[in-house]
């Protein structure tokens, strides 16, 4: 079957992956000394012969040598000879093998050796294919490889410093920073954390962050909880806040590679397995009942016997399209290097390619896709409207503070333009002592810094930004000329009021509050964040893409239609697509859409183009909603509250700048933020898919009128219409100068919509071209008839055979070259790939059987009467087809 190196089965071993007795097996320590969890941070880091300023680069050399690389032995290359005894698998390969067995089981040797080449030209083909096209997928994936923060030492006297290293290169012992949209890259007990929640839906298929803390060992039994909340796992991501960790277990021995055998793909089906796999199992079945019809006619008809098998298994063979896998390798890894190397756009898995083309919707975040992500102040307001720098002092306060007391701070524009306009207003955050932080968590729109003010010993304050709705819920007073009072709702509805107006003008608006309370020694929650007092908004612009209006226009064209995803308000959100000439029509809020799932979900979804104040999970709900109701569906995002809808989509899209773990995850990784780019990489997808697609009908029409006319001719002749080594011969012929396909360049018809092939209209298609041909082939028979008659006598077997063999070719190569996607004349004009490999096939079907190779395969010349005649027939038949097909082009439109 058409698979290729990337598509792996869908992952899943049925048991709880968090089972931590199934990692014991490695060279690990750790596993010696009883479960990690439950050591203290001392003892595992005396156990692990480590410290918290972590190891020096000798020491972690010296394990690196030792215990391995940090991969996930099911992520390593596979080897060539690997490879080919891998594509022995395949489905079509299973099924020539068996009929090549039963060939060779009623001796008829020279079915059994044809078969034979053919399994291994084509395995061969294939699997250098693979290899070639793994190779360089490699090659790609390599220039968007995964790093972690690690924190080394040059030898014991020098003091940690943090640097960035390949994962790969983690050993146990090290000390690793974690940020928000780091991966975690191996299996991490923390020692200190802030804020930090993580994604573990790749382990335990839970949506939701879950917190992660640092703490000792406890007393209480929670190293047997199903999930420590000290130790975090490879595999999983963070969603928010920082932390600082230790290496417990890197490559074979993390809880990810013992739960998952084969953990590349997660997805249970792409849009590639829907319509490749899809149609090549069709195919399969009607494979295998060829034979059993083929003998059951002739026993019934002719009365015919065994015999008559070897021919049955031939029309069988010939219904194959063996060069499918090769076909489908070749043209995706063609378009993905030429991708790479045109628009720096690198697909990391084959398929994607593919899928690409299919796209039908396009989901988007908004800030550096619509917008450039280079947020300016523009003013910072109080609660009645009007200027008031104090109000930007404090945004710039809780933006210094979450950012100065994150392990690992996470690079966030919004909090660098506020402290820019503050920096030139004289503002300095520093003054007062940072005390802790909440840093911003996407699902909660809100950051939070507890800061003491300068001579205030016995107050903390806690001064909180965020979306304006998320802030207001916690208000219960606002400051108003100097004074606070009471928040009533009224005040509540005018200050929303005044927010949606600011957003409608374009402008990212962030609510900022604070209160006060007496010292404490204890940590802070968001159980802490109520009774605030509200003290205005800060507003930024953020300039819009100017290609993006360009790009959504062409997309449009494509038929793909686009929605915008984001978090922020969706004024802001309405007025960006206006701008960019983008109707946005209802816009709906993700509260709106409530705890809908599923096709009432996609539905009303379908009709919008912005959903606005989505968290992570919406943005992941609609994705799979519209993926749901058959959609094929891209998304495109770079943020950590986006992982989770690229996770979900068809096609995940990221931006090289993206955080870790989108680029980790996505399939697509664009050289920058750009529409333009995506629509370059769509119209690559739709020319690999495009070929792929021609090659299909092509050959199937093709095959079922062979067999058709095979069947019919093989009840009316006394003699077999073709000898079981001639069907091979030919099947042989055609399938090499299908190849061509592969390196062809479809029409820009073929471009125009999403790329998939439906099955059922395909099956339409092949049907009817399969009939005409078939049709063709009958009336060459006829003809074959009338010049044997008048000049040879009738019934010469080894004349007719070459004749019909002639035919074939001919009408193989004439397919071809018509039924390439709905091309225009001018189009065709310029001799291509196929263009040669049609007239080559043409130039072997009329001489082979006039040469000396001829009598070998049991042909002998037919007489001149019978070309005139072919020639009249192929004229018709050339009529035919190229009218059939301007009806199926009309009726496509
Ligand atoms: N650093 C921050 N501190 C406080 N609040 C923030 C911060 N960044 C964003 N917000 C708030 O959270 C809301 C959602 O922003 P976020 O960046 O998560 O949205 P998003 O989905 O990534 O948006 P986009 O589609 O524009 O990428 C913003 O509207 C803003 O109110
Ligand atoms: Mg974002």
Excluded at 83 to 98: H, I
Excluded at 517 to 527: F, M, V
Excluded at 598 to 603: D, F, K, R, W, Y
Aim: aromatic residues 4%; hydrophobic residues 45%; charged residues 20%.
């Amino acid at each position: 079957m058409a698979s290729v190196p990337e598509t792996t089965a869908a992952a899943g071993t049925g048991r709880t992956p968090l089972d931590t007795r199934e990692v014991r097996a490695g060279q690990n320590p750790l596993f010696d000394a009883g479960e990690p969890a439950a050591l203290t941070s001392l003892q595992l880091m005396r156990l692990l012969d480590t410290g918290p300023r972590g190891l020096t680069e000798q020491q972690a050399e010296e394990r690196l040598v030792r215990h391995g690389e940090n991969v996930v032995p099911a992520w390593r290359p596979v080897s060539w000879p690997r490879r080919f005894l891998g594509s022995l698998r395949d489905p079509f390969t299973t099924v020539l093998l068996c009929l090549g067995l039963v060939s060779a089981a009623v001796a008829s040797w020279g079915t059994a050796c044809v078969i034979m080449v053919l399994v291994v030209v084509s395995c061969v083909l294939r699997s250098g294919g693979e290899h070639q096209a793994s190779r360089s997928m490699a090659a790609l994936r390599e220039l968007v490889a995964t790093t972690a923060s690690v924190q080394r030492r040059a030898d014991d006297e020098s003091s940690p410093a943090v640097r960035e290293l390949p994962v790969d290169q983690l050993v146990v012992g090290d000390v690793v920073r974690l940020g928000a949209g780091d991966l975690v890259p191996a299996d991490v007990r923390l020692l200190r954390s802030s804020g930090l929640t993580v994604h573990q839906a790749a382990l335990t298929g839970e949506s939701e962050p879950v917190p992660k803390y640092a703490r000792d060992a406890p007393a209480d039994g929670g190293a047997e909880l199903p999930e420590p909340p000290h130790l975090c796992f490879q595999g999983s991501s963070v969603a928010s806040g920082s932390g600082t960790a230790v290496v417990i277990a890197t490559g074979a021995d993390t809880r990810f590679a013992a739960a998952y055998r084969d953990p590349a793909r997660r997805h249970t089906e792409t849009a590639f397995d829907r319509s490749v796999h899809g149609i090549a199992w069709t195919l399969i079945r009607f494979m295998l009942v060829t034979p059993p019809l083929v003998l059951m006619a002739n026993a019934a008809l002719r009365g015919r016997g065994l015999e008559t098998l070897p021919f049955a298994i031939a029309v069988a063979v010939g219904l194959t399209p063996e060069m499918l896998p090769v076909i489908v390798t070749a043209a995706l890894a063609r378009g993905a290097s030429a991708l790479a190397r045109t628009s720096g756009v690198i697909v990391k898995r084959l398929p994607a390619l593919h899928d690409l083309g299919a796209i039908d919707v396009l989901c988007l975040d908004k800030t550096g896709t619509l917008t450039q992500d280079r947020p300016v102040v523009e003013r910072s307001v109080d609660a009645r409207g009007n200027d008031d720098p104090d109000v930007l002092r404090w945004a710039a306060v809780n933006s210094f503070w979450t950012l100065e007391l994150a392990e690992l701070p996470a690079p966030d524009t919004l909090d660098e333009a506020i402290l820019g306009a503050a920096g030139d207003q004289g503002t300095d955050p520093a003054e007062y002592d940072g005390i802790a932080a909440l840093p911003f968590d996407p699902s909660r729109r809100l950051a939070t810094a507890v800061v003491r003010r300068p001579g205030q010993h016995g107050t903390h304050t806690l001064v909180v930004k965020g979306a304006t709705e998320d802030i207001l819920g916690r208000c219960g007073r606002l400051v108003v000329d100097g004074a606070a009072t009471d928040l009533g709702d009224e005040e509540r509805e005018r200050l929303l009021g005044f927010a949606a107006r600011e957003a409608a003008d374009g402008l990212r608006l962030l609510a900022v509050a604070r209160a006060e309370r007496p010292a404490r020694l204890g940590s802070y929650g968001h159980h802490d964040l109520r009774g605030l007092t509200f003290l205005g908004f800060v507003a930024l612009r953020d300039a819009l893409t100017p290609s993006a209006g360009e790009a959504l226009d062409d997309l449009a064209r494509r038929g793909v239609a686009v929605k915008i995803l984001t978090g922020d308000h969706p004024g802001t959100a309405a007025r960006a697509c206006r701008d960019l000439g983008l109707d946005p029509g209802e816009v709906l809020t993700a509260d709106r859409l409530g705890t809908l799932t599923g096709p009432p979900l996609a539905e009303a979804v379908g009709r919008a183009t912005v959903v606005a104040r989505c968290t992570a999970q919406d943005k992941a709900r609609i994705v799979a909603a519209l993926r749901e109701s058959g959609r094929t569906t891209g998304y495109l995002g770079d943020g950590v509250n986006d992982l989770p809808a690229l996770h979900a989509a068809d096609v995940g899209i990221c931006p090289r700048g993206a955080v870790t773990v989108a680029r980790e995850r996505a399939d697509v990784v664009l050289a920058e933020k750009d529409l333009t780019a995506i629509d370059r990489a769509i119209t690559a997808g739709r020319n690999s898919s495009g070929n792929i697609a021609a090659y299909l009908r092509i050959t199937l029409s093709s095959n079922l009128g062979n067999v058709i006319a095979m069947l019919a001719a093989g009840l009316l002749l006394p003699f077999l219409p073709m000898l079981p080594a001639q069907v091979l011969v030919q099947n042989l012929f055609f399938d090499a100068a299908q190849l061509a396909f592969a390196f062809d360049r479809p029409a820009h018809a073929a471009l125009r919509k999403p790329a998939v092939l439906r099955p059922r209209a395909f099956l339409r298609y092949i049907t009817a071209f399969g009939l005409l041909n078939a049709a063709a082939d009958i009336a060459t028979f006829a003809v074959l008839a009338v010049a044997l008659h008048t000049t040879a006598g009738p019934g010469d077997p080894a004349m007719f055979h070459a004749g019909w063999f002639t035919e074939n070719l001919l009408t193989q190569a004439m397919v071809m070259l018509l039924l390439r996607t709905g091309r225009h004349a001018a189009e065709t004009r310029a001799a291509g790939p196929v263009h040669l490999a049609v007239a080559a096939l043409a130039v072997i079907g009329v001489l082979l059987p006039l040469s000396p190779l001829g009598p070998t395969l049991d042909m002998s010349p037919p007489p001149p009467l019978y070309y005139a005649l072919l020639a009249a027939v192929l004229t018709l038949y050339g009529i035919a087809l190229a009218a059939a097909r301007k009806r199926h082009a009309s009726r496509q439109n």
